[in-house]
C-alpha cells in the first residue's frame, strides 16, 4: 500500500519541475495513463489476493484427520 502514495508523489514532483505547458500536458497525458494502470493492476493484485484467501481458508488444511478423532500436524500438513 506504500505503492499508491509514491506514485502521487511523484507525479505532482515531475510535474512541478516541468516549465513548459506543451511538455506539461504531454507529461500529464502520459503520466494519467501510467497511474491508470497502476491503479488496474493494484486492484487486480488485490483481487486475486482476496480470491486465493478465501479460497484457501475455505479447504480444510489436513484431510487425513476427517473422521478420526485426532489432530492432524501442527504443520499444517506441509511435512511428512
Same mark, same amino acid.
Given at each position: 500500500?506504500?505503492?499508491?502514495?509514491?506514485?502521487? %508523489? +511523484?507525479? /505532482? =514532483?515531475?510535474?512541478?519541475?516541468?516549465?513548459?505547458?506543451?511538455?506539461?500536458? @504531454?507529461?500529464? *497525458?502520459?503520466? &494519467?495513463?501510467?497511474?491508470?494502470? %497502476? +491503479?488496474? /493492476? =493494484?486492484?487486480?493484485?488485490?483481487?486475486?489476493?482476496?480470491?486465493?484467501?478465501? @479460497?484457501?481458508? *475455505?479447504?480444510? &488444511?489436513?484431510?487425513?484427520?476427517?473422521?478420526?478423532?485426532?489432530?492432524?500436524?501442527?504443520?499444517?500438513?506441509?511435512?511428512?
Amino acid at each position: 500500500m506504500v505503492v499508491v502514495p509514491l506514485v502521487l %508523489t +511523484t507525479i /505532482a =514532483v515531475g510535474s512541478a519541475s516541468v516549465g513548459d505547458l506543451g511538455k506539461l500536458g @504531454r507529461l500529464a *497525458s502520459k503520466t &494519467l495513463l501510467y497511474f491508470c494502470t %497502476t +491503479t488496474v /493492476a =493494484v486492484f487486480i493484485g488485490l483481487l486475486f489476493a482476496n480470491i486465493l484467501k478465501s @479460497r484457501r481458508m *475455505s479447504q480444510p &488444511l489436513y484431510r487425513g484427520t476427517q473422521g478420526s478423532g485426532r489432530a492432524g500436524p501442527q504443520n499444517g500438513g506441509c511435512f511428512p
